[in-house]
C-alpha cells in the first residue's frame, strides 16, 4: 500500500473538525496547559513558509502536553483591525471590513491545511463587535482607574474622589503635573468640570496635549519607530509634527512593577534586557535652575544621574518643544528660535536621538543660575534634547559627556572641568583628560558618595531632590484612522465623559470615505450624524490603536462566548497564566509590555487573579528567503548568466524564487512571469541561465517568499511541519531551502515501510521485540521527549530519522514497537500517525494515547567492546559481558584465536584489565 499523503491528510482533517477533536473545556480533572500563538495580521498576501515556524513549534508542544495529560488550551485569532488592514482596503478598493474577513478566511484555509490542533470553536477577532465591546468596557475600566503609589496598585478613581475631599492631594502627587497643589477646601470649590480636569491628571487612561507625527496621506498618527527620514515607513509619505489631543496609557506608574515582574517570568535573558533597557530605570536627583531675570518661580528644572558634576554646568540645553522656549527667549534671538523649531519640527524623533555628527542648536539668549555655585550659564535649544525624555532640559558638562563636549565646541562655548579649571579647547581635551581624571570622584571623593553630599546639600537649599526615573514615556493611545475601535466616550462641552456600559459596544459605523477629518482628526469626524449626538455632545472621533485589542485577547479566549464579562472568573482562575507563548522578539517592547500593564491593571482591580499574562516566552526567529537574481544588460531586455555578468554593465533584479530549479532559471517561465519580460534574451552558461543568490528577509516585494500550500500539496503537510522544524533551533533565524525538504519526506515513506511492504503489504506482527530494537525505541523515547519538552525540535527530528533507519534495518515491525513510536510522532507528524495508528487496530484516537514511558532497562549496556592491546598496541576488539570477573574476562582473552599470532608462542607474564575501558597484555 503507497503512502498517500494527501488523502490521508485530508482524510483525518476532516475527521478532526466532525468530531470536534479539538475541543477543550473548562471543566477538567485534568492539570491545565495553556499553549498560545502571538495572533496574526490577516494580511492580504497570506502565509507564506516563513510565518508557519511559530505555530508549528507551538502545535506540536500542545499536542505533545495533551498527550502527556494536560488539558490543552490551544486557541488561534486574528488582530484584525489597524492601519495594514485600512491601507490594503483603500489600496483595492475595497472596505477593510470585507477584505479583512477576505483575508482571514485565506489564512484559516492555510492553517487548516497545515494540520494545526486549534479549538477553532474558541476564534476571536479584534474586529469583532463582540470582541472589541470588552475592549471597550476593559478601557472603561482603566479610565475609571488611578495609581496609587502608596500601594503600589491601581484603585477606582472613586478611591481618589474621597481622598481629595478629606485631605486634597497632599500626600498623592499628581503624575499628570507635579506642580498641582490643592486642599480639601479647594477641592470642595471647584467646579465639576474642574475636579474632572484635575481627576484626567490622574487616570490610568488619561487626555493630553502632544506632539505627534501626524500624515496627512496616511491619515494618521504614526508611532516615532514608523517614521523614517521625515517620511512615513509604510508609503514614504511626508509627516510634520502637530499638537493635538490625545489619549495615552500612563504605563509610567507601572514601571517598577514591570521591572520587577520579568523576575518571576521565564523569558529570554535578550528579551529582559530589551524590556529592562526600555524602561530604563535610573536613579539620581532633579534640581532647579533659577533663570536670571525672571520671576523667583520660573525654573528650569533638570534631571540628572550625576548630580555631584554641577560644579561642571556650562550651559543649559532644552528641548524646542519645552514650554519655557517661548517665555524665555530674548527679542534679539526670536528669529533665530523660530527658524530652528521650523527644522526640528522637519525632524523625526529617531533621528534626533541618533548619534550623528551634525551639531545643531540655537541660543535663547537667556541665563541660568547655577543653583550651587551661582555661575550664569548661557540657555540654549537643541534637538538632541527631547521634550518626553526626563524634563526636557539637561545641565550640560562638556568635561562629562562627549555630546555636551561636541556641542560647546561647536558653538564655541566655554569649558570648565569639575575642579574649575579653565580650559580654552585647545590646551587641553576634557572628553579624553577630565573625564578619565574626574568622572568618578569629586576631588578624590567617589562618585557614589559625591552625589549623596550633592543631593544633600540641594534637599536642604530647597532647590533639588532625589529622584528615580524611567527612560519610558506614557503610550500613545490615539489613531486618526478608521478601522479601530471607537472610544466609549463624549464630549459634553469639549469634558470628557465615559458614556453607560449598557450602550456598549459603540460600533464604528460603516463609511466609504477614509479621508482625514478637520484639523487632523479622524476618518470619523466627517460623519456629523455619528458624531454630533446631541447640542454640546460629541464623540471621540480617533480610534484605538492595534495593541488594545492584543493586550487582553489571551484572557478572551478562555471563555469566548461570555456575553455578560470578558471573561469568567471561573475561567480565568481555571487557565491562569499562558503557560507558554511563541512570537516574535518585534513585539519586545510593544505588545508585550503594553499586555503586562494591563494584566496588572486588571489584577490590581480584582477582575483576575494573575498580574504576569505569560510564565514562559518563546521567541521563534525567522525563516529567510533565499532570493535569486538576474543581470539585465543596461538599456536592453537581455539578460546574462550569474558567471558573465561582469562582462557588461547590469542591473540587478529579483526573480520569483517559484521559477528557479536551485540556481536554473526556467527561462520560458521567465517570459510568462510578466509582460516587460515577453521578448527578453538570455545569455547562457554552458546553455543553461544561472541566477545570483542572496540570503534576505522573507517578502513579497522580494518575490523569494513560499506559499505552504503548494509545498503540502507535493509534499504533504507533515513532512512540511517536520521539515520546518528540522531547519534548526526554533529561536535562531535560518535561511530557507526547499531542496532540503524531500529528505523529510523520504523519511516518512521509511517510516510507512515499517508497516506497509510493497509487495507484500502490512507487514506488522505482533511477535516480541528484540532487545535490539526496544533500545532503539527507549533511546528515542528519552531523546525525544526531552527535545520536545525543551523545544529543541529540530534534534528531536534528527532522533527519529535516526531511530526509524536503525528499525529498518533490524526489520522491527513489531507492533510493541512502532505503536509508542506512533505515538512519539504525533505531535510532529499528526495525520500519518493518526492513520498507522488506526491501521494497527486501535479504536481510540492516537491524540489520546499515553505518551510513551522510558525505560532505563531497555538501554542499558549489558557488554563492552574492549580494544585487546599486546604490550600497548591495540590488536583487536572483543565484546565481553560487563559483569564478567576478571578471571573469566582473562580466559576469554587468552583463548582468542586473532592474539595468538601477536603473541608468537610467547608466555603472558601479566594480563591488565581497566573494567569498562581497555585490556593490555604484557608479554
Avoid at 477553532?120 to 463587535?129: A, F, G, I, N, Y
Wanted: hydrophobic content about 35%; some cysteine; aromatic content about 12%.
Amino acid at each position: 500500500m503507497e503512502y498517500n499523503f494527501r488523502s490521508i491528510e485530508q482524510k483525518w482533517q476532516q475527521q478532526w473538525d466532525a468530531t470536534h477533536a479539538y475541543r477543550v473545556s473548562n471543566d477538567s480533572d485534568k492539570p491545565k496547559c495553556y499553549v498560545l500563538d502571538m495572533f496574526p495580521y490577516p494580511s492580504g498576501a497570506g502565509l507564506h513558509v516563513g510565518h508557519p515556524l511559530g505555530y508549528i513549534s507551538s502545535d506540536i508542544y500542545a499536542r505533545y502536553k495533551r498527550l502527556k495529560g494536560f488539558n490543552v488550551l490551544h486557541p488561534m485569532g486574528y488582530d484584525a483591525f489597524g492601519l495594514p488592514a485600512e491601507q490594503y482596503a483603500l489600496e483595492t478598493g475595497q472596505h477593510p471590513a470585507v477584505t479583512t474577513e477576505n483575508n482571514i478566511n485565506t489564512f484559516r484555509t492555510q492553517l487548516d491545511n497545515i494540520g494545526f490542533c486549534y479549538d477553532w470553536e474558541r476564534q476571536v477577532k479584534t474586529s469583532d463587535p463582540s470582541y472589541y465591546k470588552w475592549t471597550q468596557w476593559l478601557f472603561l475600566q482603566i479610565y475609571n482607574s488611578w495609581f496609587n503609589r502608596h500601594t503600589q496598585k491601581a484603585e477606582p478613581i472613586s478611591t481618589l474622589v474621597s481622598i481629595f475631599a478629606a485631605e486634597g492631594n497632599v500626600r498623592h502627587e499628581c503624575p499628570g503635573d507635579r506642580q498641582l497643589r490643592f486642599s480639601a477646601v479647594d477641592w470642595q470649590a471647584y467646579s465639576e468640570d474642574a475636579r474632572l480636569q484635575v481627576l484626567m491628571q490622574y487616570r490610568l487612561a488619561f487626555l493630553a496635549y502632544a506632539e505627534v507625527n501626524w500624515c496627512e496621506a496616511l491619515g494618521t498618527v504614526l508611532a516615532n519607530d514608523e517614521v523614517v527620514n521625515g517620511v512615513s515607513e509604510r508609503g514614504g509619505y511626508p509627516v510634520v509634527k502637530k499638537k493635538m489631543r490625545q489619549w495615552f496609557m500612563r504605563i509610567t506608574e507601572y514601571a517598577n512593577r514591570l521591572l520587577e515582574g520579568l523576575e518571576t517570568v521565564a523569558y529570554s535573558d535578550a528579551m529582559k534586557e530589551m524590556q529592562r533597557n526600555w524602561i530604563g530605570k535610573s536613579q539620581g536627583a532633579e534640581i532647579k535652575f533659577p533663570i536670571k531675570g525672571a520671576p523667583a518661580e520660573t525654573f528650569i528644572t533638570v534631571y540628572t544621574t550625576r548630580p555631584d558634576t554641577i560644579y561642571g554646568v556650562d550651559f543649559m540645553v532644552l528641548a524646542p518643544e519645552h514650554e519655557l522656549v517661548s517665555i524665555i527667549t530674548t527679542g534679539e534671538q526670536q528669529a533665530t528660535i523660530s527658524a530652528y523649531i521650523d527644522y526640528v519640527q522637519s525632524r523625526s524623533e529617531r533621528e534626533r536621538m541618533a548619534e550623528v555628527k551634525q551639531v545643531t542648536g540655537a541660543f535663547t539668549g537667556a541665563y541660568a543660575i547655577n543653583p550651587i555655585s551661582g555661575q550664569e550659564v548661557p540657555v540654549w535649544i537643541s534637538e538632541y534634547v527631547l521634550a518626553g525624555y526626563g524634563t526636557g532640559a539637561i545641565m550640560a558638562v562638556p568635561c562629562g559627556d562627549q555630546r555636551d563636549f561636541g556641542f560647546a565646541k561647536h558653538f564655541d562655548i566655554p569649558i570648565t572641568n569639575i575642579l574649575g579649571a579653565a580650559f580654552n579647547g585647545q590646551e587641553a581635551n576634557p572628553t579624553k583628560d577630565a573625564i578619565l581624571e574626574n568622572s568618578g570622584s569629586l576631588n578624590g571623593t567617589p562618585m557614589r558618595d559625591a552625589s549623596e553630599i550633592v543631593i544633600r546639600e540641594l534637599e536642604n537649599k530647597g532647590i533639588g531632590r532625589r529622584q528615580i526615573n524611567y527612560k519610558m514615556r506614557d503610550a500613545g493611545f490615539s489613531r486618526q484612522r478608521y478601522w479601530g475601535e471607537p472610544f466609549p466616550i463624549v464630549y459634553k462641552h469639549g469634558v470628557a465623559h465615559p458614556i453607560d456600559e449598557k450602550e456598549l459596544p459603540l460600533e464604528l459605523p460603516h463609511i466609504e470615505n477614509y479621508k482625514p477629518g478637520p484639523e487632523g482628526e479622524g476618518p470619523l469626524a466627517n460623519i456629523t450624524e455619528w458624531v454630533d449626538i446631541a447640542p454640546g455632545v460629541r464623540r471621540e472621533t480617533n480610534t484605538m490603536p492595534g495593541y488594545a485589542g492584543s493586550s487582553w485577547y489571551f484572557l478572551r479566549y478562555m471563555d469566548p462566548h461570555n456575553s455578560e464579562t470578558f471573561a469568567s472568573r471561573h475561567a480565568t482562575d481555571y487557565w491562569n497564566q499562558v503557560d507558554v507563548y511563541v512570537g516574535g522578539t518585534e513585539h519586545a517592547v510593544g505588545h508585550l509590555l503594553y499586555s503586562r500593564m494591563w494584566t496588572k491593571v486588571f489584577c490590581d482591580l480584582d477582575l483576575i487573579g494573575f498580574d504576569e499574562p505569560y510564565k514562559k516566552l518563546i521567541n521563534q526567529g525567522m525563516i529567510q528567503g533565499s532570493s535569486r537574481f538576474v543581470y539585465r544588460v543596461k538599456g536592453s531586455n537581455e539578460y546574462v548568466s550569474f558567471g558573465l555578468k561582469d562582462q557588461y554593465e547590469t542591473d540587478r533584479l529579483h526573480v520569483d524564487v517559484n521559477i528557479v530549479d536551485g540556481v536554473v532559471l526556467d527561462t520560458a517561465a521567465f517570459r510568462k512571469w510578466k509582460t516587460d519580460f515577453a521578448d527578453a534574451t538570455f545569455v547562457l552558461e554552458n546553455g543553461q541561465y544561472i541566477c545570483g543568490t542572496e540570503v534576505e528577509k522573507m517578502s513579497k516585494s522580494k518575490y523569494n517568499t513560499v506559499n505552504p500550500n503548494e509545498l503540502v500539496d507535493k509534499y504533504g503537510a507533515d513532512t512540511f511541519r517536520m521539515y520546518e522544524m528540522f531547519l534548526g533551533p526554533v529561536e535562531q533565524s535560518k535561511p530557507w531551502d526547499t531542496k532540503g525538504i524531500e529528505g523529510v519526506h523520504r523519511f516518512l515513506k521509511k517510516l510507512w515501510r515499517l508497516f506497509y511492504d510493497e509487495q507484500k503489504g502490512w507487514i506488522v506482527t505482533e511477535e516480541a521485540p528484540s532487545a535490539e530494537a526496544l533500545k532503539v525505541l527507549h533511546k528515542a523515547i528519552q531523546k525525544i521527549d526531552n527535545d520536545t519538552e525543551n523545544f529543541s525540535y529540530n534534534t528531536a527530528v534528527s532522533q527519529f530519522m535516526i531511530c526509524v533507519n536503525e528499525l529498518a534495518t533490524l526489520k522491527a515491525s513489531r507492533r510493541a514497537v512502532l505503536e509508542p513510536l506512533l505515538v512519539l510522532l504525533a505531535p510532529y507528524a499528526p495525520h500519518i500517525a493518526a492513520e498507522l495508528w488506526e491501521a494497527l487496530g486501535n479504536t481510540t484516537s492516537v491524540l489520546d494515547a499515553a505518551y510513551p514511558v522510558f525505560d532505563e532497562q531497555y538501554t542499558k549496556e549489558s557488554a563492552f567492546n574492549y580494544p585487546v592491546a599486546v604490550n600497548g598496541k591495540t590488536r583487536t576488539e572483543m565484546s565481553l559481558p560487563l559483569d564478567a570477573d576478571n578471571a573469566a574476562i582473562e580466559a576469554a582473552v587468552l583463548a582468542h584465536e586473532d592474539l595468538q599470532k601477536w603473541l608468537d608462542g610467547k608466555t603472558v607474564k601479566r594480563v591488565v584489565i581497566v573494567k569498562g575501558r581497555m585490556i593490555n597484555l604484557v608479554i
